[in-house]
């Protein structure tokens, strides 16, 4: 126990709490621009899983900028299926998100099944490295925790403040906000409805691609069915927390990946006294806290969950 | 946040200008967003349409199947094979039909009412567990008294592990799609705590349960199958929300889901609706999980319950939140599964290909219950009339061919 | 849509815009590349004669024939009101204006030009606002975004502006204030659209169309929801705007008020023009008002003889604190047996909440409400049980959209026999009731397997009414029971009203029509800021006494000789 009151376990809970905060960023970063354009997307988990193995198998044959340019347009691909069936057909929102999980996670099982026979080798990459910044990194605890990241973590990061402005200085976050609270008076204004929520939801799609690969090529290095564990839905707190912010997306985002790599490196010094399934617990116990304090202040962009059907 | 009764404050009703554009939603109120849309439990559904969402499904399947060098004639009858092939098939198919319809009809009670649980996977976990308590309690009763006893037990442990989500839902206004999430996770680990640990079966080497004694194990129906006498239970089940959805409390719950703020108006209590309905979604799914321990598997498993949960719901939504619809749609996932696991082992065809047609079809149910669809389909139809009509009245003095058609093409409302 | 257009010249377009002080609208107009319709157009004889111009413009919506070969005109620097009932194609025609509808044939210039928008962006690019009765800026941005959102390309700019835009609020915040000054209206930049009054978000929208560079203004309904003062504020407004240069088409069924404001005016009857373009200064109004109705027993009032009884509803103290508005504030109404009392007021001034509260539906912060001597306060079960029925404003909180006529009749009796045994609904007698009930509240089509929301607006309200008055009610609340009916289904949910007090239920309508609470009404309550301000019996129901009150200011009587004071006098007035 003398462990928890040493600094290095708490640098490298804080290192993995970064590491495992990288695909909640990106997942509930691109969700936020979706649904403060209104479309509820609970099918991230589907769009997480689905990156995750292409950018894997991408990867192993082409390298890692075209895995995760693959896992990306992965994400955006089943986007593509959400905006037609929901933004351009009207189809419930929640049981699309719902049938695009079970798709995904169906997919890439049978895929990784096909290709893995058992007790066969499993494709495999190396996990991205930490980038050294001299003088940075080495600072004792803030820059080994915060400052030595693998550089899918620093592009996650990257993107928090392109979509701060996106959503607040842009024209086209406006549009996106005006298609979410109230797609009628928008449409009066003239704001092409049906398009802004179609590139929000591709945005969204491509930013989940972009969250599965970072688990594959940036945590574990090799893929197995419902290696997402739930982070799509996890996500989805985030974004309730969080108030559909881009900045707190980073930091909720981070106060759950931090829960998760404690319950990880508790394990290894208390696993005697304290089962390991309550440590395991404790990522999710957070997001329950996380979810009813958030709740008791969310207000939801209006028509979040609602489709647009012109109305003259 | 008008889904909550104590807050469905008329504030923002005087311009209605967003009501236009929530299908089927009740008006642009902010909490809306989570809630199930009952539109399409109301949309009135044809045999003929939920085929053709079942076939296009299996096409987009056999497409998937060809473009990764399976053959879909041998996997699909393979499917078939494993399904209903011989007497073995069809029971693993009803038994697997059997829990995925009990938790659809909890799951479809939640729906019609406006809430949506994902939460049967903990529910039906925690049920399970209730079964396996009951039966060391009851091991020297008889079983006509413990039988029915653990299926209670079964039924109030799922609804206990539904009764945090549930008050957190009414009171607090917390999501339930997530907080029922999060409760899967808990239950799952649970489940793997106990038995790794207190209820190890001591030499086994995989973590499972002891045996449930046999005062509390339902006995098999059909000789050399898995199906047990639990499926007669699923009967009366179903004949019950068929009767419920007739009921005056049914219509309660009913109308509270597709408008909050009317039933509000005429005194109907929301908050006790919400945290009800979760609750008897509670009870079903935990009944699901004494089926599961007490019938099929008479001990309990790490993964006792699959993703029985997780189906329910899509055999809810699949059957339109109905008795018969549920039934039919039960026992199509049931056999997909079933079928699939076949396939899996005797042509090594992975069997998650299920799992990928099933969603296949529920998204084209999703989209069926679109209205632009509906109305694109409507004036297909009346054209393809008009023009039969026209045909018809071809040759008949002084009717012009075409004239029928011709008046098709005025251009309907709006979109 | 809003992204396309060189960097360039959108930058320049911005400058000109947001010139410090020296623009004008007029300017901004031309920073836009619009020509007014002053010099470009005066040398061509032809163009400088309309504004606009549609020739046999018709529309047709499924069987139903919206605009039948209507021809239409708008002469530069005029108002031109387009008046006529519901249904009779006014919105319509404003929308094929403005861009929205394309018409099935007809042609249409503007300015002198020939006009085909294929959409809304193409009207307002050519310079047409339409400014709807539902106002169409985004309520939850502040009217400085609004401004940003949408805003059409300049007109002759085939180049794809970049992508994404750039929002400037300091210079939106600056073009807003620079154009509210100059037009001396009070609308507040950085305010978020949903905080602010109707008639200032109105204001704001006219504002935002000019600042698009609007040539001709189409105002649907503008004075639909508005007090007196305000309308008033509109009007000279409107008169303003038309000196200046723009041009106005007028739409509303308001005769006293187009007086005052409109040069010229043509009557639309189910799609056909019936006078066009009548000088107003001319007109008979009351021969007007026969031509838009067609049938002139529909203007008649026809009030029975009610006979007051016992206090059935009775409102005390009820204070309450609201999210957006005031509230209300020590409220208190006492309504008798065949007594129907209006309550009015400018829209968000209480109105939603009190009936609320006088439902059950809200729990007040103090006061009580009771029925018959019972206390019902903040129960809707307990007001039902006593005998309340409400027909709310927004008629989506009171219909089940997607349930049919015999299961939304039902709603209030469901368990009730011969409904329902042992708690299962019996639906042949379900259905036999509602199609009995529907035939007597007139619902068409009377068929009880119908989905409620297939049913037209004035056919949904009765379906409400034939629900909420099946068994004459104790109290009745009615807020806008006829807002956006045609004539005859307003005529039939009124004489319902009347029924209902006949039968010695106490009736409380709320509503901003001022001709229909006249019309109702035996005595007024007038409400604004949450409070009462006046009471009075309606007879002495002027103008310029409920312009004041409205507005919150009080009414001194001493102009108008022989009144009684305000507050005394009306049955039944609690003190």
């Given at each position: 126990?003398?462990?928890?009151?040493?600094?290095?376990?708490?640098?490298?809970?804080?290192?993995g709490?970064?590491?495992?905060?990288?695909?909640?960023?990106?997942?509930s970063?691109?969700?936020?621009?979706?649904?403060?354009?209104g479309?509820?997307?609970?099918?991230?988990?589907?769009?997480?899983?689905?990156?995750?193995?292409?950018?894997?198998y991408?990867t192993?044959?082409?390298?890692?900028?075209?895995?995760?340019?693959?896992?990306?347009?992965?994400?955006?691909?089943?986007?593509?299926?959400m905006?037609?069936?929901?933004?351009?057909l009207?189809?419930?929102?929640?049981?699309?998100?719902?049938?695009?999980t079970?798709?995904g996670?169906?997919?890439?099982?049978?895929i990784?099944?096909?290709?893995?026979?058992?007790?066969?080798?499993?494709?495999?990459?190396?996990?991205l490295?930490?980038?050294?910044?001299?003088g940075?990194?080495d600072i004792?605890?803030?820059?080994?925790?915060?400052?030595?990241?693998?550089?899918?973590?620093?592009?996650?990061?990257g993107?928090?403040p392109i979509?701060?402005?996106?959503?607040?200085?842009?024209v086209?976050?406006?549009?996106v906000?005006?298609?979410?609270?109230?797609?009628?008076?928008?449409?009066?204004?003239?704001?092409?409805?049906?398009?802004?929520?179609?590139?929000?939801?591709?945005?969204?799609?491509?930013?989940?691609?972009?969250?599965?690969?970072a688990?594959?090529?940036?945590?574990?290095?090799?893929?197995?069915p419902?290696?997402?564990?739930?982070?799509?839905?996890?996500a989805?707190?985030?974004?309730?927390m969080v108030?559909?912010?881009a900045?707190g997306?980073?930091?909720?985002?981070f106060?759950?990946?931090?829960?998760?790599a404690?319950?990880?490196?508790?394990?290894?010094?208390?696993?005697?006294?304290?089962p390991?399934?309550?440590?395991?617990?404790?990522?999710?116990f957070?997001?329950?806290?996380?979810?009813?304090?958030?709740?008791?202040?969310?207000?939801m962009?209006k028509?979040?969950?609602?489709?647009y059907?012109?109305?003259? | 946040?008008s889904?909550?009764?104590?807050?469905?404050?008329?504030?923002?009703?005087?311009d209605?200008?967003?009501?236009?554009?929530?299908t089927?939603?009740?008006?642009?109120d902010g909490?809306?967003?989570?809630?199930?849309?009952?539109?399409?439990?109301?949309?009135?559904?044809?045999?003929g349409?939920?085929?053709l969402?079942?076939?296009?499904?299996?096409?987009?399947?056999a497409i998937i199947l060809?473009g990764?060098?399976?053959?879909?004639?041998?996997?699909?009858?393979?499917?078939?094979?494993?399904s209903?092939?011989d007497?073995?098939?069809?029971?693993e198919?009803?038994?697997?039909?059997?829990?995925?319809?009990?938790?659809?009809?909890?799951?479809?009670?939640?729906?019609?009412?406006?809430?949506?649980?994902?939460?049967?996977?903990g529910?039906?976990?925690a049920?399970?567990?209730?079964?396996l308590c009951?039966?060391?309690?009851l091991?020297?009763?008889?079983?006509?008294?413990a039988?029915?006893?653990?299926?209670?037990a079964?039924?109030?442990f799922?609804?206990?592990w539904?009764?945090?989500?549930?008050?957190?839902?009414?009171h607090?206004?917390?999501?339930?799609?997530?907080s029922?999430?999060?409760?899967?996770?808990f239950?799952?680990?649970?489940?793997a705590?106990?038995?790794?640990?207190?209820?190890?079966?001591p030499?086994?080497i995989?973590?499972?349960?002891?045996p449930?004694?046999?005062?509390?194990?339902?006995g098999?129906?059909?000789?050399?199958?898995r199906l047990?006498?639990?499926?007669?239970?699923?009967?009366?089940?179903?004949a019950?929300?068929?009767?419920?959805?007739?009921?005056?409390?049914?219509?309660r719950?009913?109308?509270?889901?597709?408008?909050?703020?009317?039933?509000?108006?005429?005194?109907?209590p929301?908050?006790?609706?919400?945290?009800?309905s979760?609750?008897?979604?509670?009870?079903?799914?935990?009944l699901?999980?004494?089926?599961?321990a007490?019938g099929?598997?008479q001990?309990?498993?790490?993964?006792?319950a699959?993703?029985?949960?997780?189906f329910?719901?899509?055999?809810?939504?699949l059957?339109?939140?109905?008795?018969?619809?549920?039934?039919?749609a039960?026992?199509?996932?049931?056999?997909l599964?079933?079928g699939g696991?076949?396939?899996?082992?005797?042509?090594?065809?992975?069997?998650?290909?299920?799992?990928v047609?099933?969603?296949?079809?529920?998204?084209?149910?999703a989209?069926?219950?679109a209205?632009?669809?509906?109305a694109?389909?409507?004036r297909a139809?009346r054209?393809?009339?008009?023009?039969?009509?026209?045909?018809?009245?071809?040759?008949?003095p002084?009717?012009?061919p075409g004239?029928?058609?011709?008046?098709?093409?005025?251009?309907?409302e709006?979109? | 849509?809003?992204?396309d257009?060189?960097?360039?010249?959108?930058?320049?377009?911005?400058?000109?815009?947001?010139?410090?002080g020296?623009?004008?609208?007029?300017?901004?107009?031309?920073?836009h590349?619009?020509?007014?319709?002053g010099p470009?157009h005066?040398?061509?004889?032809?163009a400088?004669a309309?504004?606009?111009?549609g020739l046999?413009?018709?529309?047709?919506?499924?069987?139903?024939?919206?605009?039948d070969?209507?021809?239409?005109?708008?002469?530069?620097?005029e108002?031109?009101a387009l008046?006529?009932?519901?249904?009779?194609g006014?919105?319509t025609?404003?929308k094929?204006?403005?861009?929205?509808?394309?018409?099935?044939?007809?042609?249409?210039?503007?300015?002198g030009?020939?006009?085909s928008?294929?959409?809304?962006?193409?009207?307002?690019?050519?310079?047409?606002?339409?400014?709807?009765?539902q106002?169409?800026?985004?309520?939850?941005?502040t009217?400085?975004?609004?401004?940003?959102?949408?805003?059409?390309?300049?007109?002759?700019?085939?180049?794809?502006r970049?992508?994404p835009?750039?929002?400037n609020?300091?210079?939106?915040?600056?073009?807003?204030?620079?154009?509210?000054a100059?037009?001396?209206?009070?609308?507040p930049a950085?305010?978020?659209?949903?905080?602010?009054?109707?008639?200032?978000?109105?204001?704001?929208?006219?504002?935002?169309?000019?600042a698009w560079?609007?040539?001709?203004?189409?105002?649907?309904?503008?004075?639909?929801?508005?007090?007196?003062l305000?309308?008033e504020?509109?009007?000279t407004?409107?008169?303003?705007l038309?000196?200046?240069?723009?041009?106005?088409?007028?739409?509303?069924h308001?005769l006293?008020?187009?007086?005052?404001?409109?040069?010229?005016?043509?009557?639309?009857?189910?799609?056909?023009?019936?006078?066009?373009?009548?000088d107003?200064?001319?007109?008979?109004?009351?021969?007007i008002?026969?031509?838009?109705?067609?049938?002139?027993?529909?203007?008649?009032?026809?009030?029975?003889?009610?006979?007051l009884?016992?206090?059935?509803?009775?409102?005390?103290g009820?204070?309450?604190?609201?999210?957006?508005?005031?509230?209300?504030?020590?409220?208190?109404?006492?309504?008798?047996?065949?007594?129907i009392?209006g309550?009015?007021?400018v829209?968000?001034?209480?109105?939603?909440?009190?009936?609320g509260?006088?439902?059950?539906q809200?729990?007040?912060?103090?006061?009580?409400?009771?029925?018959d001597?019972t206390?019902?306060t903040?129960?809707?079960?307990?007001a039902?049980?006593?005998?309340?029925?409400?027909?709310?404003e927004?008629?989506?909180?009171?219909?089940?959209?997607?349930?049919?006529?015999?299961?939304?009749?039902?709603?209030r009796?469901?368990?009730?026999?011969?409904?329902?045994?042992?708690?299962?609904?019996l639906?042949?007698a379900?259905?036999?009731?509602?199609?009995?009930?529907?035939?007597?509240?007139?619902?068409?089509?009377?068929e009880?397997?119908l989905?409620a929301?297939?049913?037209?607006?004035?056919?949904?309200?009765?379906?409400?009414?034939a629900?909420?008055?099946?068994?004459?009610p104790?109290?009745?609340?009615?807020a806008?029971p006829?807002?956006?009916?045609?004539?005859?289904?307003?005529?039939?949910?009124?004489?319902?009203c009347?029924?209902t007090?006949?039968?010695?239920?106490?009736?409380v309508?709320?509503?901003?029509?001022?001709?229909?609470?006249?019309?109702?009404a035996?005595?007024?309550?007038?409400?604004s800021?949450?409070?009462?301000?006046?009471?009075?019996?309606?007879?002495e129901?002027?103008?310029?006494?409920?312009?004041?009150?409205?507005?919150?200011l009080a009414w001194?009587?001493?102009?108008?000789a022989?009144?009684?004071p305000?507050?005394?006098?009306?049955?039944?007035?609690?003190?």
């Amino acid at each position: 126990m003398g462990k928890l009151a040493e600094l290095t376990f708490w640098t490298a809970t804080f290192a993995g709490g970064m590491r495992l905060a990288t695909p909640l960023i990106f997942a509930s970063l691109g969700e936020t621009i979706a649904q403060r354009a209104g479309v509820l997307n609970i099918g991230l988990e589907g769009f997480m899983i689905i990156g995750a193995l292409t950018s894997l198998y991408v990867t192993v044959e082409s390298g890692i900028a075209v895995g995760l340019l693959a896992g990306a347009l992965a994400g955006a691909a089943l986007a593509l299926l959400m905006v037609l069936l929901c933004v351009r057909l009207n189809a419930n929102q929640v049981v699309v998100g719902f049938g695009l999980t079970i798709l995904g996670v169906g997919l890439t099982g049978y895929i990784f099944r096909l290709t893995t026979p058992l007790g066969g080798e499993r494709r495999q990459v190396n996990i991205l490295g930490e980038i050294h910044i001299p003088g940075l990194s080495d600072i004792p605890f803030l820059g080994e925790a915060f400052l030595s990241n693998s550089w899918m973590t620093w592009l996650a990061l990257g993107l928090v403040p392109i979509v701060w402005w996106l959503a607040q200085r842009t024209v086209f976050g406006l549009e996106v906000r005006a298609v979410g609270e109230d797609p009628d008076a928008a449409f009066a204004r003239g704001v092409n409805v049906i398009r802004v929520r179609s590139i929000a939801t591709l945005l969204s799609g491509l930013m989940a691609g972009l969250g599965g690969a970072a688990i594959t090529t940036g945590l574990v290095g090799v893929f197995e069915p419902a290696i997402t564990a739930g982070r799509g839905f996890i996500a989805l707190i985030v974004i309730i927390m969080v108030r559909w912010s881009a900045w707190g997306v980073a930091v909720g985002s981070f106060a759950f990946g931090l829960a998760d790599a404690l319950g990880t490196n508790l394990r290894n010094i208390v696993s005697d006294s304290v089962p390991t399934e309550a440590l395991q617990m404790i990522p999710f116990f957070v997001a329950l806290v996380i979810l009813v304090i958030g709740a008791r202040r969310a207000r939801m962009p209006k028509s979040l969950g609602f489709n647009y059907v012109p109305d003259r | 946040m008008s889904t909550t009764a104590g807050d469905a404050t008329p504030t923002d009703s005087g311009d209605t200008a967003g009501h236009g554009s929530a299908t089927g939603g009740t008006g642009g109120d902010g909490d809306g967003a989570l809630r199930a849309d009952t539109t399409f439990e109301r949309a009135t559904i044809g045999l003929g349409t939920s085929l053709l969402a079942v076939v296009g499904a299996l096409a987009l399947g056999a497409i998937i199947l060809a473009g990764s060098g399976q053959n879909p004639l041998t996997a699909y009858g393979a499917i078939i094979v494993g399904s209903f092939g011989d007497w073995f098939a069809i029971g693993e198919t009803l038994a697997r039909a059997a829990p995925l319809a009990v938790v659809g009809i909890g799951a479809a009670i939640a729906l019609r009412a406006g809430v949506i649980t994902i939460g049967a996977q903990g529910q039906l976990i925690a049920g399970s567990l209730g079964a396996l308590c009951a039966g060391f309690v009851l091991r020297d009763v008889p079983a006509g008294v413990a039988l029915p006893l653990a299926a209670v037990a079964g039924a109030l442990f799922g609804m206990v592990w539904v009764l945090i989500p549930a008050l957190l839902r009414a009171h607090l206004n917390v999501n339930e799609i997530l907080s029922t999430l999060l409760f899967n996770e808990f239950a799952f680990l649970l489940l793997a705590y106990l038995l790794n640990g207190p209820l190890k079966e001591p030499k086994a080497i995989t973590p499972k349960s002891e045996p449930l004694p046999d005062s509390v194990v339902l006995g098999d129906l059909v000789a050399s199958t898995r199906l047990h006498a639990g499926v007669l239970a699923v009967v009366v089940i179903v004949a019950l929300f068929g009767l419920w959805t007739r009921s005056t409390m049914g219509y309660r719950y009913d109308l509270f889901g597709e408008n909050p703020r009317l039933a509000h108006s005429l005194g109907i209590p929301g908050r006790r609706i919400i945290c009800n309905s979760l609750l008897i979604s509670g009870a079903l799914a935990g009944l699901a999980g004494w089926l599961q321990a007490a019938g099929l598997l008479q001990r309990l498993f790490v993964d006792i319950a699959e993703e029985i949960g997780f189906f329910g719901l899509v055999v809810a939504m699949l059957g339109g939140a109905r008795p018969l619809g549920i039934l039919a749609a039960a026992l199509l996932v049931g056999a997909l599964q079933a079928g699939g696991l076949h396939m899996q082992a005797t042509e090594g065809i992975p069997a998650s290909l299920s799992d990928v047609i099933q969603a296949l079809i529920l998204l084209g149910f999703a989209v069926r219950y679109a209205p632009q669809i509906a109305a694109i389909a409507r004036r297909a139809v009346r054209s393809i009339s008009e023009s039969l009509s026209a045909v018809a009245a071809w040759g008949r003095p002084g009717s012009a061919p075409g004239s029928a058609p011709g008046g098709s093409q005025k251009r309907p409302e709006g979109s | 849509m809003s992204s396309d257009a060189n960097p360039g010249i959108a930058n320049e377009a911005r400058a000109g815009d947001a010139g410090v002080g020296s623009g004008s609208i007029s300017q901004a107009r031309a920073a836009h590349g619009i020509g007014g319709p002053g010099p470009d157009h005066d040398n061509d004889g032809y163009a400088a004669a309309l504004a606009f111009e549609g020739l046999g413009v018709s529309r047709a919506f499924g069987a139903t024939q919206a605009l039948d070969r209507v021809d239409f005109d708008l002469r530069p620097g005029e108002i031109h009101a387009l008046v006529g009932e519901n249904g009779a194609g006014k919105s319509t025609l404003a929308k094929i204006v403005a861009g929205t509808l394309r018409a099935d044939s007809g042609t249409l210039r503007l300015f002198g030009e020939a006009y085909s928008p294929r959409r809304r962006s193409d009207g307002s690019a050519a310079g047409v606002a339409h400014v709807r009765q539902q106002l169409s800026l985004v309520r939850g941005l502040t009217v400085a975004q609004n401004i940003e959102l949408g805003r059409p390309r300049r007109p002759g700019t085939t180049a794809r502006r970049p992508w994404p835009r750039v929002f400037n609020a300091s210079e939106a915040r600056a073009e807003v204030e620079r154009l509210a000054a100059e037009l001396d209206l009070s609308v507040p930049a950085d305010r978020i659209v949903d905080d602010l009054p109707l008639a200032v978000r109105q204001q704001a929208e006219i504002l935002i169309s000019l600042a698009w560079g609007a040539r001709l203004l189409i105002l649907d309904e503008p004075s639909s929801a508005l007090g007196p003062l305000e309308t008033e504020a509109l009007i000279t407004l409107c008169l303003r705007l038309r000196d200046e240069g723009t041009p106005i088409i007028y739409i509303s069924h308001r005769l006293p008020e187009l007086a005052e404001l409109a040069d010229r005016l043509t009557v639309l009857r189910q799609g056909r023009v019936v006078t066009a373009g009548t000088d107003v200064a001319a007109a008979d109004l009351r021969r007007i008002a026969e031509l838009m109705v067609g049938d002139i027993s529909l203007l008649e009032v026809r009030r029975p003889d009610l006979e007051l009884g016992e206090v059935r509803l009775e409102a005390d103290g009820l204070l309450l604190a609201a999210e957006h508005g005031p509230g209300l504030r020590d409220v208190s109404l006492s309504v008798r047996a065949g007594e129907i009392v209006g309550v009015v007021g400018v829209a968000g001034n209480g109105q939603e909440e009190l009936a609320g509260v006088l439902t059950g539906q809200l729990r007040p912060d103090a006061g009580v409400v009771r029925i018959d001597g019972t206390e019902v306060t903040g129960s809707p079960g307990a007001a039902i049980g006593a005998g309340v029925a409400l027909l709310p404003e927004d008629r989506t909180a009171g219909l089940a959209a997607d349930f049919t006529l015999a299961e939304n009749l039902i709603a209030r009796r469901v368990a009730d026999a011969p409904f329902a045994r042992l708690g299962v609904r019996l639906r042949a007698a379900v259905r036999r009731h509602a199609r009995a009930l529907a035939e007597r509240f007139d619902v068409r089509p009377p068929e009880p397997a119908l989905r409620a929301g297939s049913l037209s607006g004035g056919n949904q309200q009765k379906l409400m009414a034939a629900r909420e008055m099946e068994r004459d009610p104790a109290v009745l609340v009615a807020a806008g029971p006829t807002k956006g009916l045609d004539p005859h289904a307003g005529r039939a949910i009124r004489d319902r009203c009347f029924e209902t007090a006949g039968r010695g239920g106490a009736v409380v309508i709320i509503s901003a029509d001022l001709d229909e609470v006249a019309e109702l009404a035996q005595r007024v309550v007038v409400l604004s800021g949450g409070r009462v301000t006046d009471r009075f019996g309606v007879e002495e129901m002027t103008s310029a006494r409920l312009g004041a009150v409205m507005a919150g200011l009080a009414w001194d009587p001493s102009g108008e000789a022989g009144r009684s004071p305000a507050g005394s006098g009306a049955p039944g007035a609690t003190p």
